[in-house]
């Protein structure tokens, strides 16, 4: 599946859990907060040049060099993730507090 069909696919899901969380909670507020929140974390997963971020931390800081795999526009197979302990942990933090914030607003 590409780029296209995942954010495509993303969109949808969000779309669908707001009409969700709209019927369940009849507040435009909490809906609008999920928009937010959902849009955050699919352009934060989806957006990002992960060719560029899948090298080691230390080299994040220096150009990439020119040459890309051809078919860099897809995205990675499952066997080609490289755990970065860094990187999960900064991804961790961030949405964590993200989710927290989006909790804080759905429960109130």
Same mark, same amino acid.
């Given at each position: 599946?590409?780029?296209?069909?995942?954010?495509?696919?993303?969109?949808?899901?969000?779309?669908?859990?707001?009409?969700?969380?709209?019927?369940?909670t009849?507040? #435009? $507020?909490?809906?609008t907060?999920?928009?937010? &929140?959902?849009?955050?974390?699919? =352009?934060?997963? +989806?957006?990002?040049? *992960?060719?560029?971020?899948?090298?080691?931390?230390?080299?994040?800081?220096?150009?990439?060099?020119?040459?890309?795999?051809?078919?860099?526009?897809?995205?990675?197979?499952?066997?080609? #993730? $490289?755990?970065?302990?860094?990187?999960?942990a &900064?991804?961790?933090?961030?949405? =964590?507090?993200? +989710?927290?914030?989006? *909790?804080m607003?759905?429960?109130?």
């Amino acid at each position: 599946m590409g780029r296209d069909e995942v954010l495509r696919f993303c969109l949808v899901t969000l779309g669908a859990l707001m009409l969700l969380v709209g019927i369940a909670t009849f507040s #435009f $507020k909490k809906v609008t907060a999920t928009y937010i &929140f959902g849009i955050l974390g699919i =352009s934060g997963i +989806l957006l990002p040049d *992960w060719e560029f971020f899948d090298r080691d931390f230390k080299e994040w800081f220096s150009p990439m060099p020119l040459r890309r795999a051809p078919n860099s526009d897809r995205v990675p197979q499952i066997g080609r #993730f $490289k755990f970065y302990p860094v990187r999960v942990a &900064f991804i961790t933090i961030i949405y =964590s507090f993200g +989710l927290y914030k989006w *909790w804080m607003i759905m429960s109130s």
